[in-house]
Structure formats: C-alpha cells, structure tokens
C-alpha cells in the first residue's frame, strides 16, 4: 500500500520569507499523481498545485512551486513571499490509477507578522 | 456555479440512530468519493462511486453504505452511528480523465 509521511508536525514562517514544507511517499507505481492541498481553519480543502509524476518539470502555481525527486520519492512545497493568509494545515496526497488519495499527516504552517 | 455540497454542515446525533449525510455536485463529474477526517489526521477513503450505480469500498468502510442513483448525488448513510464514527465528512468528485479531486466543505458529525 501506497504511504505518505509529513515529517513536519509544524512550520512557521516569517511574513514575506520563503518556506519549505517536506513530503516523502512510497509506492511501487511508475505512472502517479502528487497533490499538496491547504485547509484553513474553515476546514475546506482547497487544491495549491498538482504534479503528475512523468513530467520532469516542476510545477509552480504563482507563489507556489513544488521540488519533485522521483528518484527519491520526494514532493516538497515551496511557499514564497508568505502571506498571513498562507496560515493553514497542508497535507501532501497521492494517487495512481487506483482512484483512493491517500493523505500525509499534515503541516501545520503559522506566519508570524 | 455551486459546485459540490454538502449537508447538513454539522449534525449531532446518539448511538444507534441512522444518519445520512448528503453530496450534491453540479460539474457532472462520473467520480465521487466519501473521505472521513479525524482530529490531527489526513483524510481517508470510505466508499467511492465511478458512475450511477457503480459504488466500491475504500480504506475505512465498515459501518457505512452509500448510494448513488442519480450521478449528481453521493449520500452515505450510518447504518447504526458509534461514537467512533464522530468525524468530518468531505465528499470531493473528480473528472473520468482528470485525477485532481474536488472537495465540498466538509460536514461535521458528534455521536453522543
């Protein structure tokens, strides 16, 4: 079974500074799909980026930009120029052709002013 | 656009009653999916739905069934809710050809 670790219980960040939140993932898949998802204190999940594993270019969504180490099974998030807004838990996900995400544990990320 | 909600928004009920918490999606999306969400935890998989009438257990579905007659509505109902079954709820949907999964506010369910 496909399993997802976010190493990071919490992060903070700086207002305006750059951070980065960790995702590792194994799965035995060549063909899959990488996910980081934020949930404000709303609870709402709201996709930030996507990546799909066979493409070796890393996906960058405005502020938002993702370093994909296939070789080493790794998804980590960059967020830059962090904003109050940004304050969220972020949970990494992945899936293949199975149809099921399967989820990290989440990052608690707090931006101070 | 409404895209994909849910209800109720929050639910309180005891031991032994049967609740349905509904999902309704207006994209016309053919996947649908039940996750379960509990306190400090990433979501997981209860039941999941291809098309109408096409419905397959996920990570966690024991105590739940679901339906799905029409494509724009998943409901899962708890048969018999325990305590253990307090959670939040979010229903998401997806695209045939597309594996991002879209997600609905989330219901959140106490049994007393």
């Given amino acids: ?113 | 656009d409404a895209g994909i909600t849910q209800s109720p928004r929050y639910k309180i009920t005891e031991t032994g009653r049967q609740v349905t918490l509904m999902c309704h999606q207006t994209w016309s999306h053919s996947y649908m999916f039940w996750y379960r969400q509990d306190l400090g935890h990433g979501l997981r998989l209860i039941y999941y739905s291809a098309a109408a009438d096409i419905t397959d257990k996920g990570e966690v579905p024991d105590g739940y069934v679901v339906s799905r007659s029409k494509t724009e509505n998943f409901p899962l109902t708890l048969e018999s809710a325990t305590r253990s079954q307090t959670s939040v709820y979010f229903c998401a949907s997806r695209t045939t050809y597309q594996e991002t999964q879209y997600f609905g506010p989330g219901t959140r369910l106490l049994v007393l």
Avoid: H
């Avoid at chain 1, 976010?6 to 903070?12: C, D, R, W």
């Fill in chain 1, 1 to 113: 079974a496909q399993t997802v670790t976010q190493s990071q219980p919490e992060m903070s960040v700086q207002e305006a500074e750059t951070v980065t939140l960790s995702c590792t993932y194994d799965t035995s898949e060549s063909d899959y799909y990488l996910f980081w998802y934020k949930q404000p204190p709303s609870r709402q999940m709201i996709l930030v980026i996507r990546q799909e594993a066979y493409k070796q270019q890393n996906a960058t969504e405005n502020r938002f930009s993702v370093n994909f180490q296939k070789a080493a099974k790794s998804f980590s998030l960059k967020i830059s120029d962090s904003q109050l807004g940004d304050a969220a838990m972020y949970f990494c996900a992945y899936t293949d052709a199975g149809n099921m995400l399967t989820f990290g544990g989440g990052t608690r990320l707090m931006v101070k002013p």
